[in-house]
């Protein structure tokens, strides 16, 4: 499991790269809270549940981040560990545990606010039995 | 590998031309220096390229004249930062990429009475004191606390209803577009979500490449205009960049979902999915139009309560009274607008303008702007980067006729912030910018990093493309002293 960040000159473009579609999801949503803090110090001392659907799996990758996005915002929390759950159908579905505490500016060394994770150059793939997630976050 | 054609009408205007689905030609401000960065992306294959968005935006249904992008252009998501469209109202489209996910970022100037020697004097003590008061960096939150009902007098009324709490003065709203207050707002348009997210984040800067500067008039270019506007030589200015914090994020996230509904619905054919959009005569295109209207507002009651925290920590540092800080103007730089144009079919008439990552630039005489700037057009207030300069121009007739009135918002990017990262640390900029007498206060070190001065274009090349194609008209240059930072 890994996410590195793409080439794009105002925003933040993410990939994750993992064995099961599930686990990209997880490391798609490392990779945006990593923008945000150094997520190796936030500890996992809480959990929150989010659900999100969509018509399509890459558009449930953008719910899912968005909706992480809102949880942090509301709870004033940061996350570092998160478990996903995908059912597909008609729409998909996801149910996902997070695990964080609540944002720490020095602790945590924040970098910068994500505004939202966008349609932009998003996409879910497999190549040689790995799955892929990318997407560009508003910064 | 992919291809796209720019041809060079002159100097500063370039081509894009009219090909394929493209239901009009591109039009790019740019000196050869920009272009060449553009093209450059292509050729190297850059997923995101600017020059495929213009191309994207140029397919949108109803689009007029031409897929515009002002000269501080550079690859955003779906449209360019820098673009510019204008939208037939029946038979064009509102797009969330049009608007962007902080709906009226903008820029509000504020004119002291003060010079740049009587800062130098207390630099320190009035950097601690903004930076204490003005809330800024990731998860920070306000000292003003409100309730939905709140919220949604903010929605309907913006700037009015923070000034009719105290927050400044009346004649604030004078300055401020629109007067601080959108109309054809629906707050049922906005969800719960969008509204709870806002209740501690009124008057909050927020991060990335938001700040608060304190300037010096460092040079006057043009007098007649600057007098309009009340501006001389060495006066000091200060500048909040910010926009309509997690409540317009929260209305893009939700309205991209309901659009990309609409584009199924609709068939409409897009390049990019982020330029997922509706008809903006259907319901869910006017739905998703009131609620960008409240986001609007939202940013105007924001920057009026960051003008007044900023109003006390200038009034604490310097003992000056509040009221001798005025207003130069508030103007938004992510927006739908509706506005009387020229359309492709000969007659005036509204259109629906997006601009993202351009300010509007309205010449003289339109009645949009303020009594005070109509002989000579409106301000057009354009942020620099930390270390650089900012700029004052005055909307021009050329930029209504070619640009819909519209201008450059800022220096443009032209390096990825994790290049930036790589190439600068943020403590070597904050020291190397005190050795020049520019006090940078961050929450982060690592977003001082990101904004490195040497990861925008040259904002003075950006600004001399306005201003030698006539589309806005420099007036003053801007020098930092102190920069807050997200």
């Known amino acids: 499991m890994a996410f590195e960040y793409l080439d794009h000159e105002a925003d933040v473009g993410i990939k994750a790269t993992a064995d099961t579609l599930e686990e990209a999801f997880e490391e798609g949503a490392r990779a945006m809270f990593n923008t945000m803090v150094d997520i190796a110090r936030v500890e996992p001392k809480r959990k929150v549940e989010v659900r999100a659907s969509a018509d399509s799996v890459d558009s449930l990758f953008v719910e899912f981040l968005n909706k992480m996005l809102s949880r942090a915002d509301r709870e004033e929390m940061v996350f570092s560990r998160f478990r996903v759950k995908i059912t597909k159908g008609k729409p998909y579905k996801l149910t996902a545990l997070a695990w964080g505490e609540p944002l720490d500016t020095e602790k945590h060394e924040v970098k910068t606010e994500v505004k939202a994770a966008t349609y932009s150059g998003l996409k879910c793939w497999t190549d040689s039995g790995k799955h892929h997630v990318q997407c560009v976050l508003d910064i | ?486």
Request: charged share 25%; hydrophobic share 35%.
């Open chain 2, 1 to 486: 590998m992919e291809n796209i054609d720019v041809k060079k009408i002159d100097e500063y205007r370039w081509e894009i031309p009219k090909k394929g689905e493209m239901l009009v030609p591109g039009r790019i401000y740019g000196d050869r220096n920009i272009i060449d960065h553009l093209v450059a992306d292509v050729r190297a294959g850059k997923e995101w390229n600017a020059l495929r968005q213009i191309v994207n935006v140029a397919c949108l249904p109803g689009i007029q004249r031409a897929s515009m992008a002002m000269s501080d252009v550079h690859p955003g998501y779906g449209f360019p930062i820098g673009g510019v469209g204008a939208f037939d109202m029946k038979t064009g489209v509102i797009s969330v990429a049009g608007v962007g996910y902080d709906a009226n970022c903008g820029v509000r100037t504020l004119k002291t009475e003060l010079a740049r020697d009587d800062i130098e004097k207390k630099k320190k003590e009035l950097a601690e004191a903004l930076f204490a008061m003005v809330p800024a960096g990731l998860g920070s939150t306000g000292d003003i606390r409100l309730s939905v009902d709140q919220i949604d007098e903010i929605l309907v009324k913006g700037a009015e209803y923070a000034v009719e709490k105290g927050y400044g003065f009346k004649d604030d709203l004078l300055y401020t577009e629109e007067d601080g207050r959108v109309r054809g707002t629906d707050p049922s348009a906005v969800s719960r979500e969008a509204k709870q997210r806002q209740f501690k984040q009124v008057g909050t800067l927020g991060s990335g490449n938001h700040y608060l500067e304190v300037q010096y008039v460092e040079q006057i270019f043009d007098n007649v205009i600057a007098e309009a506007y009340g501006l001389k030589q060495n006066q000091i200015l200060i500048s909040i960049h910010c926009g309509s914090r997690a409540l317009g994020h929260q209305i893009g996230t939700d309205y991209i979902k309901v659009l990309e509904q609409a584009t199924k619905k609709y068939k409409i054919p897009i390049k990019d999915k982020e330029l997922v959009c509706a008809p903006f005569e259907s319901e869910e295109g006017r739905r998703y139009f009131s609620a960008v209207n409240c986001a609007i507002n939202a940013a105007f009651a924001n920057r009026q309560a960051i003008a007044h925290l900023t109003r006390k920590a200038v009034n604490e540092a310097m003992g000056t009274d509040e009221e001798s800080v005025k207003m130069l103007y508030d103007i938004g730089h992510n927006t739908a607008k509706l506005e009387k144009h020229l359309a492709d079919d000969g007659k005036e008439k509204d259109l629906i303008v997006m601009r993202k990552g351009a300010t509007r630039a309205f010449g003289p005489g339109r009645k949009e702007i303020p009594k005070a700037y109509q002989k000579v057009g409106q301000p057009v207030l354009v942020g620099g980067t930390m270390g650089t300069c900012s700029y004052i121009l005055c909307g021009t007739e050329q930029g209504m006729l070619e640009t819909f009135g519209s201008a450059c918002h800022g220096a443009g990017r032209n390096m990825s912030r994790e290049q930036a990262k790589k190439q600068w640390r943020g403590e070597g900029i904050v020291n190397e910018l005190a050795k020049r007498g520019i006090i940078v206060k961050g929450h982060s070190l690592a977003g001082v990093a990101e904004e490195a001065p040497g990861a925008y274009k040259d904002v003075n090349e950006v600004v001399d493309v306005m201003h030698y194609s006539g589309i806005a008209k420099k007036v003053a240059l801007l020098k930092p002293m102190i920069c807050i930072k997200g």
